[in-house]
């Protein structure tokens, strides 16, 4: 029924903490991807699922970051000694098939780090 | 990697003003779309057009494959029309990521 969600909308940090981003796709959606805005540029892509599989995480930028998605639904993007430079809008989208296909994102989390 | 450009980077208008907007890419892509980013973040896909006319509305978007290039139309701006409007493409290689470009500001004046 709705949309991708995403929790929590913000989420302040200090240097160094763990943090982890939740994205809730469209019900039925197999593939999922996550992107990280920051201000005043497109989006940039991190990683693609195709159910619960990785399918392309060439966009990570380091070891880092990390992203699950257990049962091929609900994904979390995780991000160890976040550093300030983490700071941006992590974006999750979701779409209903295995090839090219309408992506629909999520309203994002604002993820600062302090 | 492929490279997209947009153009005009910002665009000031008064209500009721006709606008295009301009996606370049420099290589063949599987897809492209057309995202607005409200001024709330929230980014809403407008149209999915790998080639072709397609119209919503008063929008609508004209993709010229074999020229690398696609318009987006804008007519009678209402103020909700204010925001960013990207273009995305979808790399032949790159198993779906979209590849962006760096978006359009435009601001609608009452």
């Known amino acids: 029924g709705a949309g991708v969600s995403q929790t929590p909308s913000n989420k302040v940090t200090e240097k160094g903490k763990y943090v982890e981003l939740r994205c809730d796709p469209i019900s039925g959606h197999t593939a999922l991807y996550w992107y990280r805005q920051s201000l005043g540029q497109g989006p940039e892509f991190l990683i693609y699922f195709q159910g619960t599989g990785a399918a392309d995480d060439s966009g990570l930028p380091n070891d880092r970051f990390f992203a699950v998605r257990p049962e091929g639904s609900v994904s979390t993007l995780k991000i160890q000694r976040t550093e300030r430079g983490d700071s941006a809008v992590y974006l999750c989208?979701?779409?209903?098939?295995?090839?090219?296909?309408?992506?629909?994102f999520g309203p994002g989390t604002r993820l600062t780090v302090l | 990697g492929i490279q997209v450009e947009q153009s005009p980077p910002d665009l000031i208008l008064q209500e009721g003003a006709n606008s295009t907007l301009r996606c370049n890419f420099s290589?063949?892509?599987?897809?492209l779309q057309w995202f607005h980013q409200n001024p709330w973040g929230q980014l809403i896909n407008l149209f999915y057009?790998?080639?072709?006319?397609k119209q919503n509305g008063r929008l609508s978007a004209t993709t010229v494959a074999t020229e690398r290039y696609s318009l987006l139309y804008i007519s009678s701006s209402q103020t909700t029309d204010s925001g960013v409007y990207f273009c995305?493409?979808?790399?032949?290689?790159?198993?779906?990521?979209?590849?962006w470009g760096a978006g359009t500001k435009l601001i609608i004046k009452p």
């Open positions: 057009i790998p080639s072709g006319t």
């Open positions: 995305a493409v979808e790399d032949r290689g790159s198993n779906y990521q979209l590849i």
């Open positions: 290589d063949s892509v599987n897809n």
């Open positions: 989208a979701s779409s209903p098939g295995t090839g090219s296909d309408t992506q629909y």
